[in-house]
Structure formats: structure tokens, C-alpha cells
């Protein structure tokens, strides 16, 4: 097609010249014929190339022509054609995925670099309170909680952030931001319901244990009254047994009642500064006494942190309980070393380990890796939990490293804004 079309138009461009040259010729006149050949040629050419024009700004018909003109028309016009039906297909598909964004019950929100929304479902309208003429609005001149503006302003989107929306209706949102190519998308679900059952069983947890807690108050005193008594064996023999199950509820009710105050503490101010090292050394001298193992404290420099002193108290009672009871004879380590301007809390001890299928499950209320060795050396099985929550108080997550037969290791680092470092010291403090 592209050779006929070169064809014709090789002939539209000499056949006037030829005609001109041979008729003006026969007269005589060969240079006049050429010249009026060529203007005749020229002319026609210009009429093809105004309607070429004349189509190409959509004010007339394509050019009818079988040169080149034509077969370029030809081209272009069947382009135009496969252009819109890809543009056709896309405006469907892209209709198809407005129609799945609008239909999720979670607000979808997407906003450019800078924080300016650039469209958002009618999920999100509805939770945040949006309209239409929002668009091109700053997210944070719209969502104004302190929570959410830090968090923004943090640039660090790896978790999720929940928080209480007060504007109209009072809502508790679950807002989650990912990058989109140079923009960002804010995924917002509605978690208030949750939130409710939430504290329905935080407050009932709180309130049953405290309930609990006179009680076996006074069970406990008298068994400790009848324990002091000349009893036969027998009855020896059971009061102890039930002294012990007592203390060992009583202390499962205590940490009930410390796990529910701090699943819903919620901290105004980053607490105090405090000595860490002073307190790890209270720590290990108050548990000295509790088994049999060599507990030492390291610490390469004097370490401050900014936080609540005793939430880190009870996260490292725990942490360094758990390694006596678990860790066999063993010695212990509590290692406070500086990181650039962050410090990393570690309690090392070299028992038999634990499985790795467990590690993911230690920090769930009440998960035991053995229950028969479980009850054999006591604790409630909320040790890990409280100490969970205590470090998502100071910022921190618990990491749990740990080979079978070798022993294992549980740590934190606190973060730089936590983290007071001094002059280095490279001291290990043994007790024995």
C-alpha cells in the first residue's frame, strides 16, 4: 500500500508537467509548457495540502486522495481509532476501579506529596466529615487531632495510627498511609465498636480482679494463720498446697490488674528522667535472693532514659524473673549498652532455649511453651504481656532472640528522644 501510494503520487506530481511540457511543445513554446506544468502541479499540491488543513483543525472531511496525503490520512485516522478504544478501555477500567474504591466501607483518601487531597470515597466523606469542596484542601487543615498531625509530620508511615476523631460525631479512627508513586493514600476504618468492646473488657478484667483481690485477701491470711499451727501432716500437707495455689493467685489477680492499667493508661507527657543504670542494679539486688543463679549487671557508659520508671521497673522484674525461673543454673546478664545515641536493653541467660514456633506467641496473654513445666515453677503468663505494653509506652518493641540449648536473649532499645548517654565506663557488676 505504501509503494502504490508513493506510485500515485509520483504521477500527480509529472503528469501536469508532462501534459503542460508536450501540448505547449507541439506548439513550439517547450519552456513555457514546462513552466505552466509545474504551476499547474504546484497549484494542485497546494488544494491537497488545504484540505489536509482544513481536516486536521476539524473543518472539513478527510482529504479523498491516493498519494501520499491520503495514505498518511488513512494511518492517522485508523491510529485515532485504536487510541480511542484504548482510551475507551481505560476510562471503563478506571471507572471500574472508582466504583471498587467507592463500594469499600473503609475511607480512602489520596493526597499529593505536600498533603493536598486530590480525591477521597464517600467512606472517607463520611468518617472525616469531607466534602467535595475539600478537594485541594490540606489534609491537616481538616483533620486536626494532635495525634494525627505528629504523626503526619513524622513522615514515618511503617505503623498504622489510631486515634479519636471529635468533629461532629465522635469516632475512634484507624488510619493507615502508604506511598503511591509520588502521592500517598490514607486508608481510614472505623474502629469505635472495637474500641467499646475493647474497654468493655479491659474494665471488666480491672473490676473482677479487684473484686477478687479481698478475698483471697482474707484466705490467705488465714491459711498463713493455720500454717503457724500444730497440725497432723495430712492436714499440714494440704493447708500448704492451698497456700500456695492462693499466692499463686493472688498474684495472677496483681497482674491482671497491671495489664489492664496499662492497656488503657494513656500518657500525657513523656514521663521523667530517671537513673537506668541505678534501677537495673535495684532490680537485680531485689532478685538476688530468688534463685540460685548469678545475676550481673554490664554497662559500658552511665544511661538516663525519659519515661516512667516504674513501667521499665516491672518490664525488667519480669524480664529477669522469667530468665531465673526458665534459664536452669545458668548464669544471667543485663547488658545496658550505648548505640550511637540510642541505649538496648538485653537480659541474656544459656538455658535450654526456646522452640522457634513460640517466639512469635510469647507476649500473648496466658501462652505457655510448656504447661506442665509451667506449673512446676508458677507465674501467671501475663509477665510478657505487661511488658509489652509497658515498651509501647516508651516507644520501644521487645525482640526475642533465642536457640534451642543455647539459651536466650530478650531486648529493647530505646529511642534517641529516650536516650541519655554519659561518659563510657565498661563496667560488669557481678552478684553472687
Known amino acids: 500500500m505504501f509503494k502504490q501510494a508513493w506510485q500515485h503520487e ?13 501540448l505547449a511543445g507541439s506548439l513550439g513554446y517547450w519552456l513555457e509548457g514546462l513552466t505552466l506544468g509545474l504551476g499547474v502541479a504546484l497549484c ?3 488544494l491537497r495540502l488545504r484540505a489536509l488543513h482544513r481536516w486536521s483543525h476539524e473543518q472539513g472531511p478527510a482529504p479523498q486522495d491516493n498519494g501520499m496525503i491520503g495514505y498518511s490520512v488513512d494511518h492517522i485516522i485508523r491510529r485515532e481509532q485504536h487510541l480511542k478504544k484504548r482510551l475507551e478501555q481505560q476510562q471503563k477500567q478506571l471507572q471500574r476501579y472508582q466504583q471498587g474504591i ?19 470515597n464517600s467512606a472517607a466523606a463520611t468518617l472525616l466529615s469531607l466534602r467535595r469542596s475539600d478537594v485541594k484542601q490540606h489534609i491537616l487543615n481538616l483533620i486536626r487531632s494532635p495525634h494525627f498531625v505528629q504523626y503526619f509530620n513524622s513522615r514515618d508511615f511503617h505503623q498504622s495510627l489510631q486515634f479519636d476523631f471529635n468533629q461532629r460525631s465522635k469516632r475512634s479512627l484507624l488510619v493507615q498511609i502508604t506511598q503511591f508513586d509520588v502521592d500517598k493514600v490514607m486508608l481510614v476504618r472505623d474502629v469505635t465498636e472495637r474500641k467499646r468492646v475493647e474497654t468493655m473488657r479491659q474494665n471488666f478484667i480491672a473490676d473482677v480482679s479487684h473484686e477478687l483481690r479481698t478475698p483471697l485477701t482474707v484466705i490467705n491470711g488465714y491459711l498463713e494463720m ?19 495455689q492462693s499466692q499463686r493467685m493472688k498474684t495472677l489477680v496483681n497482674d491482671l490488674i497491671e495489664l489492664s492499667k496499662l492497656e488503657s493508661l494513656r500518657h500525657g507527657d513523656a514521663g521523667q528522667w530517671f537513673d537506668l543504670v541505678q534501677l537495673t542494679r535495684g532490680v537485680i539486688d531485689q532478685l538476688q535472693e530468688y534463685g540460685v543463679n548469678q545475676l550481673q549487671l554490664v554497662h559500658d557508659a552511665e544511661c538516663e532514659m525519659l519515661g516512667f520508671a516504674e513501667e521499665i521497673r516491672a518490664v525488667l522484674t ?6 531465673i525461673k526458665y534459664g536452669g543454673d545458668e548464669p544471667i546478664t543485663v547488658t545496658l549498652s550505648a548505640q550511637e545515641d540510642r541505649i538496648k536493653v538485653s537480659v541474656q541467660d544459656l538455658g535450654p532455649g526456646i522452640a522457634s514456633e513460640h517466639i512469635s ?47 536466650s536473649c530478650f531486648s529493647f532499645v530505646l529511642p534517641a528522644q529516650r536516650s541519655r548517654i554519659g561518659i563510657k565506663a565498661n563496667t560488669a557488676e557481678p552478684n553472687h
Do not use: W
Not at 501536469?16 to 508536450?22: K, N, T, W, Y
Not at 467507592?102 to 477521597?120: A, P, R
Open 318 to 323: 519480669n524480664l529477669t524473673t522469667n530468665a
Open 44 to 46: 494542485l499540491m497546494l
Open 102 to 120: 467507592e463500594s469499600l466501607q473503609d475511607g480512602v483518601v489520596i493526597f499529593n506529596e505536600e498533603g493536598y487531597i486530590l480525591s477521597f
Open 361 to 407: 506467641h510469647l507476649t500473648e496473654r496466658f501462652y505457655r511453651v510448656d504447661s506442665s513445666r509451667e506449673s512446676s515453677v508458677g507465674g501467671s503468663g501475663l509477665g510478657l504481656a505487661i511488658v509489652k505494653h509497658a515498651l509501647e509506652h516508651h516507644d520501644c518493641v521487645l525482640d526475642i532472640e533465642s536457640t534451642l540449648g543455647k539459651g
Open 10 to 22: 509520483l504521477f500527480n506530481a509529472l503528469f501536469p508537467i508532462i501534459a503542460g511540457f508536450l
Open 226 to 244: 493455720l500454717s503457724d499451727m500444730s497440725l497432723p501432716p495430712p492436714l499440714a500437707k494440704a493447708i500448704q498446697q492451698m497456700d500456695t
